[in-house]
């Protein structure tokens, strides 16, 4: 496994930081975490910088720590000042500019650059760095798209008022329902091909005129401002678009911007061929850039969703979703002591053959903690998918809560039954294992937690659902 399994056992185990505690604020489940503690499995490079953010708010000493540890076997020459995503520096070179790489972001208010330079990213490694061919503005549109399927559509997460990424998402109408498309489709493969096959010229009309060209500004700031000295008004659209295709062409191999155009006037370009020093740069720097990005990302997509639980986890393909054994055989056990009727249907549940329901969407809480999971059938928790369940029901998911709670604090040993609990104290903020067990304290505590969360949701686009 990795560097960062290993950086965060250590700060962990250093700093006394209890797994669990990191897991429910990273809005993950505990074997997730006890997967890269145990380097079994490594966190991607968008998942380091959602660490990093939590480790500052338990003990910014420990994030110092882990940052330290996770980028000293990352870099060549194990300087610390080699920093990536939430480190302030990027890698330094002595044939590019980073600083103007570092400033790409500075003063966004749309998504469309963050978007744009993942979406290069994501082609360049698909390539695995070939540097010849040029890539495609509709290309990179594709990838933009697909990236932002999942935060927007999937997730319904804001993009801001002013940004119409989602606006062109929604036009596509592009409704994938089956989760194991969802969940496999890692490399967007099959998202890109949906995407293909739609009509998008005028998408990629539009979202060509702007992003593409001034994304690259920062690395002709001094030029751009001499220009500008030198006429009394902007002229004619596309004015300040055409002058940095001018000074990326002139000035490829002095300034090395990240890429040049495939052709002189604004109206014909279409592609952007890459500067094969930065393709070097990037492909030895790779994890550490792609965290960047994805930091600055996250960042800009927090402040639009400020509320909203688990935002890290929502900004791209999900991983795939963690094993629900443990809480599967948690209701297993329960359903053999007593008979329990599905809230929904109003049947009695079998022992065998059930289906764990994510009573709170998925989509939306981004974990399965067991306090939100309760068993129904296969068909009922098939035509409930995503939905929110209607307010009807809450008194009976708690009642269910309850006596779940209630039979197995009788029939599970000690320890094991506090293990399994843990979630539900540390998550519902209740004082400990005997007002778990009162049915008031219960029922206030998730009153507590899911009324704002039901209100997020719905204020998300998430929608109300009644058996039936």
């Known amino acids: 496994m990795g560097q960062a399994g290993k950086a965060l056992r250590q700060v962990l185990e250093t700093y006394g930081i209890n797994q669990s505690c990191l897991a429910t604020a990273l809005g993950v489940d505990h074997p997730v975490v006890s997967r890269w503690f145990h380097e079994q499995t490594d966190p991607t490079a968008e998942t380091v910088a959602s660490i990093v953010r939590v480790l500052r708010e338990i003990n910014p000493t420990a994030a110092k720590e882990f940052i330290k540890f996770y980028l000293v076997d990352l870099t060549q ?7 990536a995503t939430p480190i302030q ?7 590019v500019d ?8 500075k003063k966004t208010t749309n998504s469309y650059k963050y978007l744009f330079f993942i979406s290069i990213l994501d082609i360049w490694e698909r390539r695995q760095f070939e540097v010849l061919s040029p890539i495609n503005f509709k290309e990179v549109i594709i990838e933009m798209l697909a990236n932002a399927w999942y935060s927007h559509t999937y997730f319904k997460l804001s993009f801001g008022l002013q940004d119409k990424i989602s606006n062109k998402l929604d036009s596509l109408n592009i409704d994938i329902t089956d989760t194991r498309i969802i969940f496999q489709d890692t490399d967007k493969r099959h998202l ?23 994304l690259i500004r920062p690395f002709f700031e001094q030029e751009l401002k001499s220009a500008k000295t030198g006429r009394n008004k902007r002229t004619s659209p596309g004015e300040d678009e055409q002058e940095i295709i001018n ?13 040049r155009f495939d052709a002189n006037l604004y109206k014909d370009c279409s592609a952007i061929n890459l500067h094969p020093e930065w393709v070097s740069y990037i492909e030895n720097n790779y994890s550490i850039l792609r965290a ?3 930091w600055e990302w996250l960042k800009y997509m927090q402040q639009r969703n400020p509320n909203v639980p688990a935002v890290p986890n929502k900004l791209f393909p999900p991983q795939e979703r963690g094993s629900l054994n443990n809480q599967k055989s948690y209701w297993k056990l329960i359903l053999k002591q007593t008979n329990l009727q599905c809230i929904y249907s109003k049947q009695t549940l079998p022992p065998q053959g059930f289906s764990l329901d994510h009573y709170l969407p998925w989509s939306f809480v981004a974990h399965d903690q067991p306090w939100n999971l309760i068993p129904t059938f296969p068909e009922v928790n098939s035509s409930k998918s995503n939905y929110l369940p209607a307010d009807n029901y809450f008194d009976e998911f708690v009642n269910l809560q309850h006596l779940g709670l209630s039979v197995s604090n009788k029939i599970m040993g000690v320890q094991q039954w506090s293990n399994y609990i843990e979630p539900y104290i540390a998550d519902l903020k209740i004082a400990d294992e005997k007002n778990l067990l009162d049915l008031q304290i219960l029922k206030s505590a998730y009153e507590s937690t899911l009324t704002p969360l039901i209100s997020i949701a719905i204020r998300q686009g998430f929608t109300r659902w009644f058996y039936r």
Do not use: H, Q
Not at 192 to 209: E, H, W, Y
């Open 247 to 259: 000074f990326a062409e002139t000035l490829f191999d002095v300034k090395k911007p990240l890429y």
């Open 77 to 83: 020459d194990g300087e610390m000042e080699l920093v």
């Open 192 to 214: 890109r091909r949906t995407i293909s096959n739609k009509s998008i010229d005028d998408i990629v009309s539009d979202l060509r005129r702007y992003v593409p060209f001034l």
């Open 89 to 95: 520096e990027l890698p330094k070179s002595d044939a």
């Open 292 to 294: 960047w990005v994805c």
């Open 98 to 105: 980073v600083s103007a790489l570092s400033r790409l972001f």
